[in-house]
């Protein structure tokens, strides 16, 4: 399975940037670097996801490590919203497959 | 919304009962996939259809679960003789062929009682 490391929790202040890790030691050449976030009874919803560069888009950016071997989302100013789970999740190329979500990381988001 | 919709949002069961689930993915989306979550876990995925073709089928799915979707639309999820193990919520995605963005429901939460 494509295993990724990241913590089980993290907090923010409302209104502050967020900078959430991921660690995936063992990626690919290939694999990109996909992230979901899932609000409370709803599915997950796909973030972002980036292969070698830097990656901004209107919800995120994702920053990755020049190495790979780790990536962190990063939320620029968090709302109550943002308040999920994170899944960070590599993906083989051209892929069908499916997603492996791991654990994922609870962000609670303090007013 | 044309997002991907599951139907129920919620069933309850008695242990031995058999239960289907549907989803309607969003249209043209030739990807379906099937995931269960149980709490405080990611999902796991379950089985995954490429137009009405069922191409993979994970270990989890035992032979009490099976899923069809004839016309390469919409999609059901049946379980027989359900057993208190299977309370999860079942998430249904859809997503282009080639595209990098799956979409899921809302989910489809189950308890067997």
């Known amino acids: 399975d494509a295993k990724t490391t990241q913590p089980n929790s993290m907090e923010s202040n409302e209104e502050e940037p967020v900078h959430l890790p991921c660690n995936h030691s063992?990626?690919?050449?290939?694999?990109?670097i996909h992230w979901y976030r899932q609000l409370p009874s709803q599915g997950p919803e796909y973030v972002i996801h980036g292969l070698t560069s830097n990656v901004n888009n209107r919800m995120a950016s994702l920053a990755i490590a020049e190495d790979r071997k780790s990536s962190t989302l990063i939320l620029h100013r968090a709302t109550l919203r943002d308040a999920a789970v994170y899944y960070c999740?590599?993906?083989?190329?051209?892929?069908?497959?499916?997603?492996?979500f791991g654990s994922g990381t609870q962000l609670t988001v303090l007013p | 919304d044309t997002g991907v919709s599951q139907d129920p949002r919620h069933k309850i069961t008695k242990r031995g009962q058999n239960v289907t689930f549907r989803c309607d993915p969003i249209s043209e989306h030739n990807r379906l996939y099937w995931y269960r979550q149980t709490l405080g876990q990611g999902p796991e995925f379950l089985t995954y259809f490429q137009n009405e073709a069922q191409l993979e089928k994970s270990r989890l799915l035992s032979d009490r679960f099976s899923a069809e979707r004839p016309k390469g639309s919409f999609s059901t999820l049946e379980i027989q003789r359900t057993e208190q193990g299977d309370s999860a919520m079942y998430l249904c995605?859809?997503?282009?062929?080639?595209?990098?963005?799956?979409?899921f429901g809302q989910g489809t939460r189950l308890t067997v009682v």
């Open positions: 995605a859809s997503s282009f062929l080639g595209g990098f963005e799956a979409f």
């Open positions: 999740i590599r993906r083989f190329p051209g892929s069908a497959r499916q997603l492996t």
């Open positions: 063992t990626i690919s050449g290939t694999d990109y």
